[in-house]
């Protein structure tokens, strides 16, 4: 242990030596040294020691580096199960020490992508070991780290360390005296002090060891990270024996508490064992559970055959196939695991929440099976088909009693019907011959009855709906077997198959569509909709090989030779859809959808755009044959978003021809030049007919905007910008004018006018003798005039209702201001030149609706905080003479909003109040260099004012010195660079404060750590000038980091115990 700690000192001695000295010989006499460390043969365990004790940032340095040097190396490369051990480690020991500095968190993020990427891959039996790494990145992104959370984070880690093991193993000794005796659970006293010993144990076991659940409800860590110091617990049979003892001898109340405490057993990392010991652990696991499955009685309560099933599912997701072959019984247990999982299957109506980890459970075996090593064989080729069936049949059979009895339709939940079908998919891709003719014999008898229905006068109305209730989850599971696809395992076979299924559903599709006149089924027509997104995904786009079998198959039976005449069946459904469909909303929306993502492929649109229906469209978009544009049904106006996702395809499809003709950009514009004109027509008479007029204006700037956002190219938004202005422009300001407090009214018409201001692929680019920049943008002061000064009338408004009514408009309209101020298509400084008071106005109106939101709304709503933030931001940078003309108590309450949005938990508010803060300090700091030199240009009447406001409430500017440096020195800072900007501003205008906040930060340190934090303050201003040239700046932020660095290091706990994840032991 002496020389282990003496090894240590030496190797910190070094590091010291190679980053801090000046001496040159020293330098490389410590690196030859560190060279000889890196290739001894115990540098690995050095490197661990390093990181879990080393006292300096650079012997951490040291360690990652030479742990990437080992994985990199292509000779005598580590084996595989150190490299996932070590991956681990670093993924723990990032999340337990949110403090590292900078650069010794870069390097062992370098480590870990290192490691990912040469181990792309490798796999471990049937598993690509090092693929999760968006989910490992997530858990981090995912972390709300404002600084009570890392305090809490310290507490918990120590209490870990500490205490926590101590508790486990005296609740499971507690566990195990209460199993050996005869206890009397009717007395109420013991039955409670049972039941409070299981929830101990699962709290123990459920404990979040590395501090990476964000979420405790989540049930997608399926590892539990148990410490190292742990290990006898597990390695020790009786433990995981006890709970399975404790299953079978107590009364059935308790049973899922002993199950939830197994789930977590079964979930213990694996790294925790070498390969023998998980071998063992495992069997006795599964021992457990074929003795569970052999005494089923138990499991006719919900609530244990929930818990039982995601005990089942955390067999697959902590252990591999592989391992799972090789375990003594597991012939015996995976037959049994099947019936079980078939029988759970065929009892669709109970616990049906469960489902979902037993076919989760399936779904990564059947996953497994191309990768698995092992010679034992899995016989998931005998059992996966059964599961298969069970769950098609089950469902099917599930129709007609649903029908009869009048009960809940599990179609009616399209999530949970979803997340069923995905893993579907997979499962039913292995033996996928078995799963395809299955799906075949069922949909032609299903299909075969129906028509024979459809057909007969005497059928009931009750035989019509089963069997379109049973063709409709084959449409739904036919999509899902084709969407799990994987082009790396399908072979030409396959691909023949699909195309049978294929050739199936647009059958039926052709006899339901030709009865659509006289009736037709939302459901079936949901699922069809289903199949065509899946089919599209797979078979449909640039990727895509035309050779594919399923061509040649579609061609045999339907005569459909290539991708172009599939794309017309796609485009005859969307058609067909949006004629019978108009009304009913959830059809009309997913049809639409699957045009627009049809016409973002640059080849399928291309293909698209040739054929003969698709012209139709271009041409006769109208109400006379999409019922969905007319405006006399009875729907609410927000039911009409649809139609803006309709023109953006449509626009997309136009602009591929489009090119620089007029009369055909015309042509296609008639409905709408028709449908402006019938509103202009109505505003000219002084009575109409006022929801009449809504809907067609509503309706149409919908469709504009999908216009304005498809035609991303200067040629094509020109054609737009001379079509709506200045002809139809004041219809717009018309509506605002008259329907201002109606939301439903409003909001559309602000959208297509933030959509026009908005310089998208800079397709705003006027002629240098064109005006239209500066009339544009006239006509967007004068909308956000209106609207603000008009919406200011409402009084107050029901908390509730604020935002729809209030809030919404106002935010569309700071990103309205925002776009045309960013847009870089107007010269601003004209407007006061030539006495044009638009811009003033504007901005005037931005401060009035600005007053009457109150601070805690501008946090509290997302959108609104990040328009308003971003608005400011572009203010502050461009216009900051506007800004300090402004009355004291407005200054104020920016500065206000500023200095809360500095702690805001969105990092794009944040950086953008980080921003906000740097012009204003800059300003400030200019003006007053201005101020002090002799010049003959006295300052402008605005700066000077806004100078005295500041010097009469140094407190604000001071408030976010502080706030800014605590959030620096004591928190996870987020965006270091982006709080560095303005906080050299900030100290230079307030150098008094600045000192005295110095010396009440050190005289708060413990005495033996005062220097040493008055030093990291020496060193922050070190080199720094007083002034805010890039140069001092940049100077000025390197010093930061290092500051940061230095402060952590000297704040850390030397009490703070050494966290025992020890990893790579």
């Not at 020389?3 to 006499?29: F, G, I, M, P, W």
């Not at 001894?40 to 990652?64: N, V």
């Not at 939940?413 to 075949?440: F, H, M, N, P, W």
Request: glycine residues 4%.
């Amino acid at each position: 242990m002496a020389d282990h700690v003496q090894s240590l000192a030496q190797l910190e001695n070094l590091c010291k030596q190679l980053y801090e000295t000046t001496d040159t010989t020293t330098r490389l006499q410590a690196e030859k040294a560190l060279v000889e460390f890196t290739n001894s043969p115990d540098c690995l365990s050095k490197c661990q020691l390093l990181l879990e004790r080393g006292s300096s940032s650079y012997s951490q340095l040291l360690a990652a580096t030479c742990l990437t040097k080992l994985v990199s190396r292509t000779n005598n490369p580590l084996p595989l199960e150190q490299r996932i051990d070590i991956r681990n480690y670093v993924l723990n020991y990032l999340a337990t020490r949110p403090k590292l500095a900078t650069f010794v968190t870069q390097a062992l993020i370098q480590l870990y992508a290192r490691i990912t990427k040469l181990g792309w891959f490798d796999c471990q039996k049937d598993d690509y070991v090092f693929r999760n790494a968006i989910t490992d990145v997530t858990r981090f992104l995912q972390a709300d780290t404002t600084h009570p959370l890392t305090k809490h984070r310290k507490i918990a880690s120590s209490f870990r360390d500490s205490s926590l093991f101590d508790i486990f193993t005296l609740s499971c000794n507690l566990l195990k005296q209460a199993s050996g005796k005869n206890l009397n659970l009717n007395d109420e006293s013991q039955h409670g002090l049972l039941m409070q010993l299981l929830k101990l144990t699962h709290n123990c076991l459920n404990f979040d060891f590395i501090g990476t659940s964000t979420d405790e409800s989540s049930d997608d860590l399926c590892t539990v990270q148990i410490p190292t110091s742990w290990r006898s617990a597990f390695l020790d049979s009786s433990t995981l024996q006890l709970f399975f003892d404790l299953y079978h001898s107590i009364p059935p109340s308790f049973s899922p508490l002993v199950l939830s405490c197994l789930v977590q057993i079964a979930s213990v990392r694996r790294s925790l064992f070498n390969n023998a010991e998980r071998a063992k652990f495992l069997s006795h696991l599964v021992d457990g559970v074929k003795r569970i499955l052999e005494n089923p009685q138990s499991l006719s309560d919900p609530n244990n055959y929930h818990e039982f099933c995601r005990l089942l599912a955390r067999l697959k997701s902590n252990y591999q196939l592989g391992e799972l072959v090789k375990v003594e019984n597991y012939p015996e247990v995976i037959r049994l695991i099947a019936n079980f999982t078939v029988t759970s299957l065929q009892h669709w109506e109970f616990a049906p929440n469960s489902v979902h980890y037993l076919l989760s459970l399936w779904q990564r075996l059947a996953a497994s099976v191309p990768y698995v090593k092992a010679t034992e064989p899995h016989m998931l080729e005998t059992y996966t088909p059964e599961v298969t069936k069970a769950y098609i049949t089950s469902r099917l059979e599930s129709v007609h009693i649903i029908l009869r009895d009048g009960l809940e339709d599990p179609l009616e939940d399209t999530g949970l019907v979803q997340q069923q079908l995905d893993q579907l998919s997979t499962i039913g891709r292995c033996e996928y011959e078995k799963t395809c003719a299955l799906l075949v014999q069922l949909f032609d008898q299903s299909a075969q009855s129906y028509q024979e229905l459809l057909q007969s006068a005497s059928a009931s109305p009750m035989d019509i709906a089963v069997q379109e209730g049973r063709l409709t989850w084959l449409v739904y599971i036919i999509g899902a077997v084709i969407g799990g696809r994987v082009s790396f395992a399908s072979t030409d076979e396959q691909d023949a198959m699909d195309g049978e299924l294929v050739c199936r559903v647009l059958q039926l599709m052709n006899l339901t569509d030709s009865r659509l006149a006289q009736a037709g089924n939302e459901k079936l027509e949901l699922a069809m909709l289903s199949f065509f997104e899946q089919f599209r995904k797979i078979y449909i786009g640039d990727q895509v090989q035309k050779s594919s079998k399923l061509y040649r198959r579609l061609s045999e039976v339907l005569g459909l030779n290539d991708e172009t005449m599939v794309l017309s069946v796609f485009i005859g459904k969307i058609i067909t859809n949006l004629k019978y469909w108009g009304r009913c909303e959830p059809i009309t929306s997913k049809t639409l959808q699957l045009l627009n993502d049809l016409s973002i492929g640059y080849s399928s649109v291309r293909k698209l755009v040739k054929l003969s229906a698709v012209q139709f469209m271009l041409n006769n978009h109208t109400s006379e044959h999409f019922s969905f544009l007319g405006i006399n049904n009875q729907s609410n106006l927000t039911d009409m978003r649809c139609r803006t996702t309709f023109y953006t395809a449509l626009g997309r499809l136009l602009m591929v021809d489009l090119g620089e003709d007029e009369d055909q950009y015309e042509q296609f514009m008639l409905p709408l030049t028709a449908a402006f004109e019938a509103v202009a027509q109505m505003f000219s008479t002084n009575s109409f007919n006022e929801q009449e007029a809504k809907r067609t204006l509503v309706g149409l700037v919908r469709d504009l905007r999908g216009i304005a956002f498809a035609f991303n190219a200067k040629t094509s938004f020109m054609m737009l910008f001379e079509w709506i202005y200045p002809s139809y422009m004041p219809i717009l300001q018309r509506a605002i004018e008259l329907w201002y407090h109606d939301a439903a009214c409003t909001t559309p018409v602000l959208k297509l006018m933030a959509e026009l201001v908005h310089n998208r692929s800079q397709r705003l680019q006027f002629d240098v003798s064109s005006p239209n920049g500066i009339l544009l943008f006239r006509e967007t002061s004068k909308m956000i005039t209106m609207y603000g000064n008009r919406i200011l009338t409402l009084g107050e408004v029901p908390k509730d209702q604020v935002y729809a009514l209030k809030l919404k408009g106002i935010s569309i309209c700071f990103s309205m201001l925002k776009a045309a101020l960013s847009g870089s298509y107007v010269n601003f400084g004209v407007f006061r030149l030539y006495g044009d008071d638009a811009l003033d106005n504007a901005l005037q109106t931005f401060i009035k609706l600005l007053l009457s939101i109150p601070h805690s709304d501008l946090l509290d709503y997302p959108k609104l905080s990040q328009s308003y933030y971003s608005l400011l931001e572009v203010l502050t940078q461009d216009h900051m003479n506007f800004i300090a003309s402004l009355e004291p108590h407005v200054i104020m309450y920016i500065l206000s909003s500023i200095s809360e949005g500095l702690t805001a938990l969105d990092t794009m508010v944040c950086t953008g109040c980080c921003s906000c803060l740097d012009h204003i300090v800059t300003y400030l700091f200019k003006q007053l260099s201005r101020s002090t030199k002799k010049r003959t240009t006295p300052l402008n009447q605005e700066s000077d004012r806004f100078l005295h406001i500041m010097q009469q409430h140094p407190e604000m500017i001071q408030q976010m010195l502080s706030t800014v440096l605590n959030i620096i020195i004591f928190e996870d800072c987020r965006n270091q660079w982006s709080m560095s900007r303005p906080l050299l501003g900030l100290i230079l205008l307030n150098e008094k404060y600045f000192s005295d906040l110095r010396n009440s930060i050190v005289n708060s340190q413990p005495p033996e750590k005062q220097q040493a934090m008055h030093l990291c303050f020496e060193n922050l201003m070190e080199g720094i000038e007083r002034n805010l040239l890039t140069k001092n700046r940049d100077r000025f932020t390197q010093n930061l980091s290092a500051f940061r660095r230095e402060v952590n290091d000297s704040m850390k706990n030397s009490t703070y115990g050494v966290n025992s994840n020890d990893m790579m032991s």
